[in-house]
């Protein structure tokens, strides 16, 4: 796709006619890009430098490299889209020969070490195979202002941070709190007293911060906390608490709500979850960190899913959930061991996987029941991992009991390892 350099360059404070930039002729996103400038007689810097003997000054082509630069960092990938940028320093720089009327400049430009706010860009220009100008360049990168679509309403009490984009016909409340380079698609009604984190993403037409579904719920002052980096896709849905609940439905960071995913009042999910399209929470669900439930899935209100643990699609969990385990199934659901796959690709080692694998023989396998497999568990001296530490600790304070059954041969049969 070819750049739209007037739009790039108006977000580094140019306007025609101070373009230095001709043609891009080169570019891999994030990382270089080469540029033409065709140096004419007709250039209004020549009438003063100097009368007679023309040359390009030298802090033009500073400014030429810079506008090249700039182009490059804004067009990355990740770059937020109302962002802006500016030269904070030169380093470096050399000029090796002049460049008079006729040249034709090739401006390359590689990305160094780059930031959320700054970035250091290699740049050099050339005339033919001569090296004329290089310098290491410093730029400054501003979120700008958020950017709301002429048709959004958004009330004017809310707070909407630094490079957010707000999409057509989306409607924002006036308590509502939105962080820096946010994105809110089209048609998304975010309402209540509703914070978001920085750099989330929410897709058309969601419903973020609204009244509880419950018949309890009289209107009183609610919240809803969400992180950073969160992902709620088409159609999802999440409400805030109650006072009988706490007051508040929060979300940690870096979790993926897929499409129609329901998170109902006074919830507390954890960071780096994963929600399949059409899982549902019931009102007052703990769901722990790194846990992923598939599509289709319901989980009870006031259950709890433990850390790392996996819910089969369709599932239905009426009871609290193991952590690192696979729980799968909805008459009634039961626990097909650990999750050792998914463990294995989240960095668990072989040892740790081992330890908990030995701890749910104690509570699936053995004849034991569960108090009795909870002490065994803390006696044997090979089970030293935090990890089976705080397994016990999740099934000693469970209100609503475990999952702990066991799947029948044929449902063995019937679900396919991961």
């Known amino acids: 796709m070819p750049l739209d350099l007037p739009a790039l360059l108006g977000r580094v404070y140019y306007r025609y006619p101070s373009y230095l930039i001709d043609a891009v002729i080169e570019h891999e996103s994030g990382n270089r890009l080469v540029a033409m400038k065709n140096v004419t007689v007709g250039e209004e810097f020549f009438q003063g430098h100097f009368p007679g003997s023309p040359l390009m000054p030298a802090v033009l082509m500073i400014e030429a490299l810079t506008q090249v630069a700039a182009v490059l960092v804004l067009d990355r990938a990740g770059a937020p889209l109302t962002a802006r940028v500016s030269l904070r320093g030169v380093d470096s720089a050399k000029f090796r020969r002049s460049v008079v009327p006729g040249d034709r400049l090739r401006l390359e430009v590689a990305l160094g070490r780059a930031r959320a706010r700054l970035a250091r860009v290699q740049a050099a220009a050339y005339v033919d195979d001569q090296v004329v100008a290089e310098a290491e360049l410093l730029l400054a990168i501003e979120a700008g202002a958020a950017a709301?679509?002429?048709t959004a309403h958004v009330d004017p009490a809310a707070q909407i941070g630094e490079g957010t984009l707000i999409g057509p016909h989306a409607m924002i409340g006036p308590e509502v709190r939105i962080g820096r380079n946010?994105?809110?698609?089209?048609?998304?009604?975010?309402?209540?007293?509703?914070?978001?984190?920085?750099?989330?993403?929410?897709?058309?037409?969601?419903?973020?911060?609204?009244?509880?579904?419950?018949l309890k719920y009289k209107g009183e002052a609610t919240a809803l906390r969400i992180g950073r980096r969160n992902v709620f896709r088409e159609f999802v849905t999440i409400n805030r608490?109650?006072?009988?609940?706490?007051?508040?439905?929060?979300?940690?960071?870096?979790?993926?709500?897929?499409?129609?995913?329901?998170?109902?009042?006074d919830c507390h999910v954890g960071s780096g979850t994963i929600f399949g399209p059409h899982a549902t929470?019931?009102?007052?669900?703990?769901?722990?960190?790194?846990?992923?439930?598939?599509?289709?899935?319901?989980?009870?209100?006031?259950?709890?899913?433990?850390r790392y643990g996996f819910i089969g699609g369709y599932s239905v969990v009426t009871k609290d959930a193991l952590p690192f385990g696979r729980t799968i199934g909805s008459r009634p659901a039961?626990?097909?061991?650990?999750?050792?796959?998914?463990?294995?690709?989240?960095?668990?080692?072989?040892?740790?996987?081992?330890?908990?694998?030995?701890?749910?023989?104690?509570?699936?396998?053995?004849?034991?029941?569960?108090?009795?497999?909870?002490?065994?568990?803390?006696?044997?001296?090979?089970?030293?991992?935090?990890?089976?530490?705080?397994?016990?600790?999740?099934?000693?304070?469970s209100q609503r009991g475990v999952?702990?059954?066991r799947p029948t041969r044929r449902a063995e049969e019937l679900v396919a390892d991961e």
């Open 182 to 214: 946010c994105r809110v698609g089209a048609s998304v009604v975010i309402d209540g007293r509703t914070e978001i984190g920085d750099e989330t993403q929410i897709f058309p037409m969601a419903s973020i911060g609204l009244a509880p579904q419950d």
């Open 241 to 265: 608490g109650t006072a009988g609940g706490g007051g508040e439905t929060t979300i940690g960071n870096d979790n993926l709500f897929m499409a129609y995913v329901h998170v109902a009042h």
């Open 403 to 405: 999952i702990l059954r």
């Open 148 to 150: 709301v679509d002429p």
């Open 281 to 306: 929470l019931g009102g007052h669900v703990g769901v722990e960190d790194f846990a992923n439930i598939s599509a289709g899935s319901a989980v009870h209100q006031f259950c709890r899913v433990g």
């Open 334 to 397: 039961r626990v097909f061991g650990v999750n050792s796959i998914g463990l294995s690709r989240r960095g668990f080692t072989v040892d740790t996987i081992g330890q908990l694998k030995l701890a749910y023989r104690y509570l699936l396998q053995s004849k034991l029941n569960t108090t009795q497999a909870l002490a065994q568990i803390e006696q044997d001296e090979s089970l030293s991992a935090a990890e089976v530490r705080y397994l016990v600790e999740f099934i000693r304070t």
